[in-house]
């Protein structure tokens, strides 16, 4: 059966909530195992017979966040060329075999074959969340794309907050990577059920007759209809015209599906207007910064809450810990709640406004008065900027260009996310000061609430485009599967 059909539409399917928890266990695996080694800092050291194991974990972090600037753009091309189903268990796979590796590793002691198997689980972490997203989307677009994207977002951190509280009481090295490769193993083996649920929904939808979602269709009305407010009095648009490229635009929906695409059109389309239009780049820094500023911050927090607020406390180290702990924890839970109104009142420009701002008083707020309600507002502002933004890529791109145009966001962000901090101690040598540091992440959160007006006005110019699925009450057309299955021969 043919895999690659990106514009089918499964909304309709009664299994697919089945696919948001067989999926979800890879991501709960792929999170608790991205934290495992900064919960075993003692073992590591004693195994590897390293002095000082978090200055090797904090390198090994560095290598992690520089390497996944690129390779997730590599498993967002897999997933375009060759289909969700193969991606996900590709990417699980990374998960699984990776940390297989890492606990070889350190049961031989041998830091080569650790960094390794770290460098395959991190690819296969930071990506296996693009291709689930790209996979869910044909299932939930026009209903609850953004709460599905919010479980997932809400899974992945409960993942690493379990980590965070159970895997320290656990004290045998062996005892803990066991519990990560079976959790793994279990994610790679629900995935293929997961598969195994798609294709027959697919076959089933294909039987009773098929279902797409029209290439380009609401950008083009949007872009219509404001050229239409923006025209002289009395000048016509021509209909004839448009009627024909809706034909065409229905031709080329199901050609899509079977002729194959040139070299340059499936890996360099980013220079096409039609496909990433100037809202999806603005989406695209405004996230970065957004994000970098949020990350970068909560990844020296607890340390930062330790020396500037909590040193004169009892467990004062226990109490930072458990401070971000919560606000991780308070980031996941809110996720699908925001997503849940987004997908019912839309409005995902003006919640990156909103987000942007939100960064900005936090940021103040750790800064000048309180740490605990600034790093609850930073992990409010991270759960509205990852709502709006991955679901309005899906809205804006198309569905063969997913894996691409979701990759590029993750790469960006763990490229701030490993700069930042040298650009933070550079200017903490030079100002003899750590409070530039704060500063610094709060400028990035100022640039994010500059763009994100650049993305309210590009939206509103075009008519709502990243809302689209409120705008329409349908975005597909049917057609026999007996007439789908007579051009899968052509």
């Known amino acids: 059966m043919e895999e690659n059909m990106f514009y089918l539409d499964k909304q309709s399917h009664k299994s697919k909530w089945h696919l948001v928890l067989m999926t979800s266990f890879g991501l709960i695996a792929s999170s608790y195992c991205l934290v495992l080694p900064a919960q075993m800092q003692t073992q590591i050291g004693e195994a590897f017979n390293i002095d000082d194991p978090k200055q090797f974990l904090t390198w090994l972090t560095s290598l992690h966040f520089l390497l996944n600037s690129f390779l997730p753009f590599f498993s967002g ?29 350190i049961s031989s002691g041998s830091q ?3 960094i390794i198997g770290r460098i395959l689980l991190g ?22 794309l953004t709460f599905v994207l919010g479980m997932y977002q809400f899974v992945y951190t409960l993942g690493f907050v379990l980590c965070i509280w159970f895997a320290p009481q656990i004290t ?10 079976l959790a793994t193993t279990l994610g790679m083996l629900m995935s293929i059920v997961a598969i195994d649920i798609d294709v027959d929904a697919q076959s089933t939808i294909l039987n009773k007759g098929a279902k797409y979602f029209k290439k380009h269709h609401e950008k083009l009305k949007s872009s219509t209809l404001h050229q239409q407010q923006q025209q002289i009095e009395g000048e016509e648009i021509q209909v004839d015209q448009l009627n024909h490229q809706e034909e065409q635009m229905a031709v080329e929906q199901v050609e899509s599906e079977i002729l194959p695409q040139s070299f340059f059109e499936k890996y360099f389309g980013f220079f096409n207007k039609n496909q990433y239009p100037s809202i999806y780049w603005y989406l695209l820094w ?6 970098t500023s949020v990350l970068v911050l909560v990844d ?27 606000m991780w924890l308070f980031s996941g839970v809110i996720t699908p709640l925001l997503g849940f109104v987004i997908d019912k009142y ?3 420009s003006s919640l990156t406004i909103f987000s942007g701002l ?5 940021h103040i707020l750790v800064l000048l008065q309180s740490p605990f309600e600034g790093l609850l507002l930073l992990g409010l502002s991270f759960a509205l900027s990852y709502t709006t933004v991955w679901s309005g890529v899906l809205y804006l791109t198309q569905p063969n260009t997913h894996g691409r145009s979701l990759s590029l966001f993750v790469c960006l962000q763990n490229f701030g996310i490993t700069i930042t901090p040298f650009i933070c101690k550079l200017l903490e040598q030079l100002t003899s000061s750590t409070v530039v540091t704060e500063i610094f992440l709060l400028v990035l959160a100022i640039l994010a609430m500059f763009i994100s007006l650049m993305v309210y006005s590009e939206d509103k110019k075009f008519v709502n485009l990243i809302d689209r699925g409120l705008e329409v009450v349908s975005e597909v057309f049917t057609e026999p599967a007996s007439k789908l299955r007579s051009k899968e021969h052509i």
Not at 78 to 98: E, T, V
Not at 123 to 144: A, D, P
Not at 286 to 291: I, L, M, N, W
């Open 77 to 105: 091309l897999i997933r375009d060329f060759y289909g969700d189903r193969k991606s996900i268990i590709f990417q699980n796979g990374l998960c699984a075999l990776g940390q297989i590796i890492v606990t070889f590793g």
């Open 112 to 114: 080569i074959v650790f």
């Open 123 to 144: 690819w296969g972490i930071e990506s296996l969340l693009i291709v689930l997203t790209s996979f869910i989307c044909s299932y939930y677009k026009y209903t609850y």
């Open 172 to 181: 045998s090295v062996g005892a803990s990577n066991t519990i990560a490769i």
């Open 286 to 291: 405004f996230y970065s910064f957004a994000s």
């Open 300 to 326: 020296y927090a607890q340390e930062f809450l330790y020396d500037k607020w909590l040193i004169a406390i009892d467990n004062g180290e226990t109490l930072a810990w458990k401070l971000v702990t919560l």
């Open 346 to 348: 839309g409005q995902r």
């Open 358 to 362: 939100m960064a900005i008083w936090a």
